[in-house]
């Protein structure tokens, strides 16, 4: 499983780091060390330094493949609050289409404030955007409200300054010297000792990893449920503070007389209730107050002392279990890397030595020194320092042979040959360090251009892209403009027509190849008007839009409907389409055609204005067929009953099964039969068939909806036909039918048929 902690280098996110690390978790970590430190993290990962609005995190995001986002980023502290506000809001929507574009299973928001109303909205604003994702992308994105963290590698900003503070006043009180902290407050609204609830950080770590193992989704409060007031904090500072003062070695089990003597508190005060949580992630605090101030209180005590000793190491702060008098596992690694290469250095002259006694004593060959072919390979695999040791040695090896030969001390430094073999030396070595040098040199510029470029090219890509994108709309509305005339005179044409259901059924078709949307559907106004019903839906596969809307449920958009207004769902709510327009005749409402999964690209003045011209012009077929109807009705229906004549219910199927073919509509058809005791279906008794289809065409009508047909079929067989329904809505239609105590003899599905 891999992870990608956002502000994986600050308080939080480092402590989610070590948790997810621990669950064998493979971890990147998202920072720009704006406030984050590279040293709260020790264990293994892989750092991008990106801020959560740069372009290039879509591209990290793709080469990492992670199974779970966690953003612990979401809003930094900064001086210019507009600039941070805008920041958050972009680098959190550019993490969500990243996690979208890249697989990301699920998404984390760790979402706190500072009290104030401009980031309480920021929240909320942050909040909706993730709710917008949730609802239409295929990703689980999940929200914690997270009061106040507490623990090691606090920050002196927010909530980890303030507590800060307050050890700093118990240590004061300690020596006598007084508190000069009882004003400070985490938000500047609430009184200065407001109950405030705090979290140990290392709980709130583990619900992050409860969610990223669940399957829970939505938004969570995160708290201890518990209250304490500054005086009741710092008094609690004392006493942990007393016994780690009094105990050297500190138990790792918990003490009764400190642990079990529990503070009186009151009841949590702030409004976050970890109860949703505890539900769906199984998640309670584990710590106490006093359980989280003995971590606390050592990392503090260690940082005092780690300061003490070093002020030019006072971000270095000791790993729990190593003491501060001792080296750290970082330290013996920087010892071992300093000492290594001349280690391979003395081993390197030890072999040169070897070979030149192998090339004198044992060949004979003199005329050869070996060192100064070792001095030229140490200056080039490992630079000046290394190259002036070589040089040390090799003139201390040349000055030790020659007093073997018998050459005394003093004659040996003032004999020019010393000299001579020294600046040879140096000479080799010099003009080695020179050359490399020069290469290190050209390599480093070479990759500063390699780096400028890669900016540069990151740059244009992206320019490019944005160009392009403009470029397509501009050209598409150019296109349509164009060719305007031409899509007036098609729509006119598709729409000509004088039956209604063959209106209703090409009114999508039209209306798709205008808009370039391919998720819509056409509603009518039910009887009564209380309803919204569904009579045909695009064709598209997996497209399944809701059978029904209740007027009442509408609100402002029904408002905007019978105004003749289409209305866009800005606020996102899941429960209506992107958009709706009227289907009106004069100033009634009809019906309306609803549009789903509409980008935001599409929310736009011209689209809208598009969609409802497009939706007046299938109004006026509509209505015209409507009318058409209406004159013509007499002649459709079977002596002046409910019943469809022969003709028109066949012209009636006809349209339904196109409809059927092209994937707009489903069909269900119920045949109803005559009572047999009456014998009924005998031609001789055509009279009281007559007589059961006056009486019974009124029930029946009153039990369908207005898309809905019943007529007779070529054998004078009285049959329904249910449009756009499922096999459930057939059964309850089968079940009305049976109360008003009619009978169904057949249910039959329409099927889609293929062409020849």
């Given at each position: 499983?891999?992870?990608?902690?956002?502000?994986?280098?600050?308080?939080?996110?480092?402590?989610?780091?070590?948790?997810?690390s621990?669950?064998?978790?493979?971890?990147?970590?998202?920072d720009d060390?704006?406030?984050?430190?590279?040293?709260?993290?020790?264990?293994?990962?892989?750092?991008f330094?990106?801020?959560?609005?740069?372009?290039?995190?879509?591209?990290?995001?793709?080469n990492?493949?992670?199974?779970?986002?966690?953003?612990c980023?979401?809003?930094a502290?900064?001086?210019?609050?507009?600039?941070?506000?805008?920041?958050?809001?972009?680098?959190?929507?550019?993490l969500?289409?990243?996690?979208?574009?890249?697989?990301?299973?699920?998404?984390?928001?760790?979402?706190?404030?500072?009290?104030?109303?401009?980031?309480?909205?920021?929240q909320?604003?942050?909040?909706?955007v993730?709710?917008?994702?949730?609802?239409?992308?295929?990703?689980?994105?999940?929200?914690?409200?997270?009061?106040?963290?507490y623990?090691?590698?606090?920050?002196?900003?927010?909530?980890?300054?303030?507590?800060?503070?307050?050890?700093?006043?118990?240590?004061?009180?300690?020596?006598?010297?007084?508190?000069?902290?009882?004003?400070?407050?985490?938000?500047?609204?609430?009184?200065?000792d407001?109950?405030?609830?705090?979290?140990?950080?290392?709980?709130?770590a583990?619900?992050v990893?409860?969610?990223v193992?669940?399957?829970?989704?939505?938004?969570?409060?995160?708290?201890?449920?518990?209250?304490?007031?500054?005086?009741?904090?710092?008094?609690?500072?004392?006493?942990v503070?007393?016994?780690?003062?009094?105990e050297?070695?500190?138990?790792?089990?918990?003490?009764?007389?400190?642990?079990?003597?529990?503070?009186?508190?009151?009841?949590?005060?702030?409004g976050?209730c970890?109860?949703?949580?505890?539900?769906?992630?199984?998640?309670?605090?584990?710590?106490?107050?006093?359980?989280?101030?003995?971590?606390?209180?050592?990392?503090?005590?260690a940082?005092?002392?780690?300061?003490?000793?070093?002020?030019?190491?006072?971000?270095?702060?000791?790993?729990?279990g190593?003491?501060?008098?001792?080296?750290?596992?970082?330290?013996?690694?920087?010892?071992?890397?300093?000492?290594?290469?001349?280690?391979?250095?003395?081993?390197?002259?030890?072999?040169?030595?070897?070979?030149?006694?192998?090339?004198?004593?044992?060949?004979?060959?003199?005329?050869?020194?070996?060192?100064?072919?070792?001095?030229?390979?140490?200056s080039?695999?490992?630079?000046?320092?290394?190259?002036?040791?070589?040089?040390?040695?090799?003139?201390?090896a040349?000055?030790?042979g020659?007093?073997?030969?018998?050459?005394?001390?003093?004659?040996?430094?003032?004999?020019?040959?010393?000299?001579?073999?020294?600046?040879?030396?140096?000479?080799?070595?010099?003009?080695?360090?020179?050359?490399?040098?020069?290469?290190?040199?050209?390599?480093?510029?070479?990759?500063?251009?390699?780096?400028?470029?890669?900016?540069?090219?990151?740059?244009?890509?992206?320019?490019?892209?944005?160009?392009?994108?403009?470029?397509?709309?501009?050209?598409?509305?150019?296109?349509?403009?164009?060719d305007?005339?031409?899509?007036?005179?098609?729509?006119?044409?598709?729409?000509?027509?004088?039956?209604?259901?063959?209106?209703?059924?090409?009114?999508?078709g039209?209306?798709?190849?205008?808009?370039?949307?391919?998720?819509?559907?056409?509603?009518?106004?039910g009887?009564?008007?209380?309803?919204?019903?569904?009579?045909?839906?695009?064709?598209?596969?997996?497209?399944?839009?809701?059978?029904?809307?209740?007027?009442?449920?509408?609100?402002?958009?029904?408002?905007?409907?019978?105004?003749?207004?289409?209305?866009?769902?800005?606020?996102?709510?899941?429960?209506?389409?992107?958009?709706?327009?009227?289907?009106?005749?004069?100033?009634?409402?009809?019906?309306?055609?609803?549009?789903?999964?509409?980008?935001?690209?599409?929310?736009?003045?011209?689209?809208?204005n598009?969609l409802r011209?497009?939706?007046?012009?299938?109004?006026?077929?509509?209505?015209?067929?409507?009318?058409?109807?209406?004159?013509?009705?007499?002649?459709?229906?079977?002596?002046?009953?409910?019943?469809?004549?022969?003709?028109?219910?066949?012209?009636?199927?006809e349209?339904?099964?196109?409809?059927?073919?092209?994937?707009?509509?489903?069909?269900?058809?119920?045949?109803?039969?005559?009572?047999?005791?009456?014998?009924?279906?005998?031609?001789?008794?055509?009279?009281?068939?007559?007589?059961?289809?006056?009486?019974?065409?009124?029930?029946?009508?009153?039990?369908?909806?207005?898309?809905?047909?019943?007529?007779?079929?070529?054998?004078g067989?009285?049959?329904?036909?249910?449009?756009?329904?499922?096999?459930?809505?057939?059964?309850?239609?089968?079940?009305?039918?049976?109360?008003?105590?009619l009978?169904?003899?057949?249910?039959?599905?329409?099927?889609?048929?293929?062409?020849?």
């Open positions: 499983m891999r992870a990608l902690i956002v502000g994986g280098l600050g308080f939080f996110g480092s402590h989610v780091v070590e948790k997810l621990r669950e064998n978790y493979e971890i990147g970590i998202l060390r704006s406030s984050g430190s590279a040293g709260n993290v020790r264990c293994k990962t892989r750092q330094a990106l801020r959560a609005d740069d372009r290039r995190c879509l591209e990290v995001m793709r990492f493949k992670a199974d779970c986002v966690v953003h980023a979401w809003l502290r900064g001086a210019d609050a507009d600039a941070r506000d805008a920041t958050g809001l972009n680098g959190l929507d550019n969500l289409h990243g996690c979208v574009a890249s697989g990301v299973k699920r998404f984390l928001l760790i979402a706190s404030h500072d009290g104030s109303e401009r980031e309480k909205h920021i909320r604003l942050a909040e909706q993730c709710d917008a994702y949730r609802n239409t992308r295929e990703l689980q994105i999940g929200v914690f409200h997270i009061t106040r963290l623990g090691p590698r606090m920050a002196q900003s927010g909530s980890g300054g303030i507590l800060l503070e307050w050890i700093q006043d118990a240590e004061r009180e300690a020596s006598g010297a007084g508190s000069r902290s009882a004003d400070v407050r985490l938000y500047k609204r609430e009184p200065a407001q109950p405030a609830d705090w979290l140990y950080v290392s709980d709130a583990e619900a990893f409860r969610f193992e669940g399957s829970g989704c939505g938004t969570y409060d995160l708290s201890s449920n518990k209250a304490y007031t500054r005086g009741q904090i710092i008094a609690q500072i004392g006493r503070r007393t016994w780690l003062l009094q050297e070695n500190w138990p790792d089990s918990e003490d009764p007389e400190l642990f079990h003597k529990q503070i009186s508190e009151p009841e949590h005060v702030q976050l970890n109860d949703a949580i505890r539900h769906d992630l199984d998640w309670i605090p584990l710590r106490g107050l006093s359980e989280g101030l003995l971590p606390t209180l050592r990392w503090y005590e940082r005092q002392r780690a300061r003490k000793a070093d002020s030019t190491q006072a971000a270095a702060l000791p790993h729990a190593w003491s501060s008098q001792h080296p750290t596992p970082k330290g013996w690694r920087s010892f071992f890397r300093t000492v290594l290469p001349f280690g391979e250095n003395l081993l390197a002259f030890g072999l040169v030595l070897l070979l030149e006694y192998a090339l004198q004593q044992r060949l004979g060959i003199r005329n050869i020194d070996v060192k100064v072919i070792y001095i030229v390979l140490v080039a695999l490992f630079g000046m320092r290394q190259s002036l040791f070589a040089v040390f040695l090799s003139t201390l040349y000055m030790v020659e007093m073997m030969s018998g050459l005394d001390l003093v004659s040996l430094v003032l004999d020019a040959s010393l000299v001579v073999q020294l600046i040879a030396y140096a000479l080799a070595s010099l003009a080695v360090d020179i050359v490399v040098d020069a290469r290190n040199r050209k390599i480093a510029t070479l990759e500063e251009e390699r780096v400028i470029q890669s900016d540069r090219f990151d740059f244009l890509q992206d320019m490019y892209t944005d160009t392009a994108r403009i470029k397509n709309e501009l050209q598409q509305q150019i296109i349509r403009a164009d305007s005339l031409g899509r007036i005179q098609m729509v006119m044409r598709e729409l000509d027509g004088t039956d209604v259901q063959g209106v209703r059924q090409k009114v999508l039209v209306m798709s190849t205008i808009l370039g949307h391919n998720r819509m559907a056409l509603y009518t106004m009887e009564g008007g209380r309803y919204f019903r569904c009579l045909y839906k695009s064709a598209d596969a997996g497209f399944e839009p809701e059978k029904s809307y209740r007027v009442e449920l509408l609100g402002p958009a029904l408002r905007v409907l019978e105004q003749g207004g289409v209305h866009v769902n800005r606020e996102l709510n899941p429960e209506l389409p992107g958009m709706m327009a009227p289907v009106l005749e004069g100033t009634t409402l009809m019906g309306m055609v609803a549009l789903y999964d509409i980008g935001f690209d599409r929310m736009t003045l011209y689209f809208q598009l011209i497009v939706t007046e012009m299938a109004a006026d077929a509509l209505v015209r067929a409507y009318r058409y109807e209406a004159l013509a009705g007499p002649g459709r229906y079977w002596e002046d009953t409910a019943w469809l004549a022969q003709d028109a219910f066949a012209h009636a199927m349209n339904q099964q196109e409809a059927v073919n092209q994937g707009l509509s489903t069909g269900v058809l119920l045949h109803l039969g005559f009572p047999d005791a009456t014998g009924m279906s005998d031609t001789a008794n055509e009279g009281e068939r007559e007589r059961w289809l006056h009486k019974n065409g009124p029930v029946l009508s009153g039990m369908l909806r207005e898309a809905d047909h019943m007529g007779l079929d070529a054998l067989m009285p049959v329904v036909l249910l449009s756009n329904a499922s096999l459930k809505d057939a059964e309850r239609a089968m079940l009305r039918i049976a109360h008003a105590g009978k169904v003899m057949a249910m039959y599905t329409m099927k889609a048929e293929v062409a020849a």
